[in-house]
């Protein structure tokens, strides 16, 4: 990343946070006897035990999800505001829960984020923390690692500061027994007590310009979790530090566990590895990235970031779901069957949601256009 900010430990000018969420920003999960829930408490505490004059508001709404997430911020919450005050922002996993497309999700948070930063407040981005394997949704954390790839993109690309809890909690042994509350029913997955401090020390770290995290995953292409791909198709992956900076001579990426030939383009920031195999791929797909920074000890990562899986050869083409070898009036009828529908819907059809967001919509619809009247070559 280059410098990292100038530590926050001599500041004594008072500086208000604005921690801004859903209801894992509110606390829920969190020890009921306590009068303060959720991070911010903690948080603050730790930066004034740090020596700096801070607050650290909550603003958290249990249940949001960005669009409304994005008016609340406007009408409410920045209005309340002053310059120089910081943005925590924390959204979107309640956007998975509900079906909201990922553009959708991005769209909002860039918004607030701007907003935000018209008004003369800094922005800290952060990832949305692992889905309980118990999760109605998502449970294997499929659409909540490309939502965080797209987080960490958007933060990288605006020169904002991270806090990536997702990569901390997910590195944290006994993390669902240890960390996560045992309230049930809980769609989603929310910190106990002590998921709450883990949490609060991630922003503390961030806030103080302390490098504990290392490079992580941005936009990974394919998606993970995507289905029916190509089995030609190029493996891209960014990858992002906000800290020290990537170490980029051990930056490597990794394709069903063994190394593979992908040159780093970039700079210590962010990194570019694309992968083009010279035979098919087949079956499941698993992507891997190790790496580490340049802090002293260096922050590394060494672990599957995603994987996809090819249906058949270079001469399916997406859209083509009764394999006739032509994307036709037929493929657009069973597509047409489970159209709205998501995840868990007798309607559903796995093979018809060519973008694997976990709902069958326009950008599917979009998909099979793009191929329409078209026949696989060699057919």
């Known amino acids: 990343m280059g410098v990292l900010p100038p530590s926050a430990s001599a500041q004594t000018t008072p500086k208000r946070y604005l921690a801004f969420g859903d209801s894992i920003t509110f606390g829920i999960g969190d020890d009921p006897a306590r009068a303060r829930l959720g ?21 958290g709404e249990p249940g949001e999800k960005t669009p409304e997430g994005l008016a609340r911020l406007e009408a409410v919450v920045l209005p309340q505001s002053v310059p120089g005050d910081v943005l925590l922002l924390m959204e979107g996993t309640n956007d998975i829960s509900k079906s909201i ?10 918004k607030m984020a701007d907003l935000a930063e018209a008004r003369s407040l800094g922005v800290v981005h952060a990832t949305v923390i692992p889905r309980y394997p118990e999760a109605n949704r998502d ?35 006994g993390l669902f027994a240890g960390f996560y509350s045992t309230v049930k029913p809980d769609p989603v ?38 289905r029916n791909v190509r089995s030609d198709i190029p493996i891209n992956v960014d990858v992002w530090d906000f800290g020290t900076g990537i170490d980029v001579a051990s930056t490597f990426l990794l394709v069903n566990g063994l190394p593979v030939s992908a040159t780093p383009v970039g700079d210590s920031r962010r990194v570019n590895l694309t992968y083009e195999s010279l035979a098919p791929l ?41 394999l ?15 159209f709205g529908s998501v995840i868990g819907d007798a309607a559903y059809n ?5 973008n694997a ?15 329409f009247g078209r026949t696989s070559a060699g057919s």
């Open 39 to 59: 991070y911010p408490p903690r948080l603050e505490n730790r930066l004034q035990a740090a020596g700096m004059s801070a607050t650290v508001l909550n603003f």
């Open 101 to 110: 497309g990922i553009e959708t999700t991005m769209f909002d948070l860039g």
């Open 139 to 173: 449970a294997d954390n499929t659409l909540t690692d490309q939502l965080n790839g797209r987080i960490r993109d958007l933060a990288g690309r605006r020169l904002r500061r991270l806090a990536d809890p997702n990569e901390v909690f997910r590195n944290t042994p």
């Open 189 to 226: 997955g929310h910190p106990n007590a002590a998921g709450y401090e883990l949490l609060a020390k991630v922003f503390s770290d961030v806030l103080l310009g302390l490098d504990t995290v290392s490079p992580v995953p941005g936009i990974v292409d394919p998606a993970p979790g995507a």
């Open 282 to 322: 087949t079956g499941t797909v698993i992507i891997g990235l190790r790496s580490r920074d340049l802090a002293t000890p260096p922050n590394t990562i060494d672990r599957t970031i995603s994987s996809f899986t090819v249906r058949g050869g270079t001469s399916v083409l997406q859209g083509d779901l009764n």
């Open 324 to 338: 006739d070898n032509r994307v036709d009036g037929t493929d657009l009828v069973r597509l047409g069957r489970s």
């Open 350 to 354: 796995a093979n018809a949601d060519f």
């Open 357 to 371: 967001d976990g709902r069958i919509d326009g950008q599917d619809l979009a998909v099979l256009a793009s191929n």
